[in-house]
C-alpha cells in the first residue's frame, strides 16, 4: 500500500509534539517508498505488541509519516497475519494483539482464563450479567431506572461489584428529581467483551429499529418480565 504514502488517505498523525520527538524520524524519506512502508508496519506492529492496553489512533501516528494512512497499514499487517494463530483487534477504542476464537480452549487449558480481557466475566451470575446488559444498551441509567425495569430492587451493594469488576463506573448525574448518579460502562467493559465501541454491541442496529431496545420499553418491564420470577432475581436483592 505504498501509494497510500502520498496520498494520506486515512488519518495522519496529530500535530502535537513530545519532548524530542525531533530527535526520531517519522518520515524515512531517505528510504525507498515499499521499504518505507515495510518500517512503518514494523514499528506499528512492535507499539502494539509492547503495550498491555490497545493503543489508540493518536499513539500510533507518533511512530509514522504524517501523510501516512494508519488505516492501510493496518490492513497490511492483518493481511499478513492471516493463519497466524492471533490477529489485530479493533477493541477498546484502540488496536490489540489478541489470540483468535479458535484457540480459546487452548489458552484456557494452559492458563486457566481466555487471555485479552481480565477473566472477571466470568464470575458474574446470569442476573449481574443481565444488568451489565442493561447499562451498556441504555446508559446513562440511574439504579432507580434499573430497579424499575426488573421489578427488584437493585442495591448498591449490586452495583458496587460491578464497579468493583471495573465493568461499570458513574456516569452523569440525572435530570429527574433528586438528580440521582447514572451509571456507564467502561473500556475494561469493551476489553472483555472483545468490543471496539458500544456500537458493536449485538445486533444494537437492528433491536433499536425493530423497537426491541428503548428506555420505555425497558422501564414497563416489557423486555424481560420473565426476570421479575423470584428465583431469577435473588441475588439481586442484596439491601444496603
Known sequence: ?????????????????????????????????????????????????AASEPVTREVLARVVGKSCSIDLLIDDIREELRGR??????VAGGWKHLTRPAYADAI???????????????????????????????????????????????????????????????????PTPGAPYTYVTTNEFLLEFGLDTLRDLPDFEALEDAGLLSKEKLLAGAIVPAFSSNHQTADLEVED
Open 1 to 49: 500500500m505504498v501509494d497510500a504514502v502520498r496520498s494520506g488517505r486515512g488519518k495522519g498523525r496529530s500535530d502535537n509534539d513530545r519532548p524530542n520527538d525531533h530527535l526520531f524520524d517519522r518520515e524515512l524519506d531517505h528510504l525507498p517508498p515499499e521499504a518505507r512502508w515495510r518500517e512503518w508496519m514494523h514499528r506499528i506492529e512492535a507499539t502494539i505488541f
Open 85 to 90: 494463530p492471533y490477529d489485530l483487534v479493533a
Open 108 to 174: 484456557r487449558s494452559a492458563f486457566g482464563t481466555a487471555v485479552g480481557g481480565s477473566g472477571r466475566a466470568k464470575d458474574l451470575t446470569q442476573s449481574q450479567v443481565l444488568v451489565l446488559m442493561c447499562i451498556a444498551y441504555f446508559q446513562p441509567i440511574t439504579r432507580g431506572e434499573l430497579s424499575s425495569f426488573f421489578g427488584k430492587e437493585i442495591s448498591r451493594d449490586f452495583i458496587g461489584h460491578l464497579r468493583g469488576a471495573g465493568f461499570i463506573s458513574s456516569g452523569p448525574r440525572s
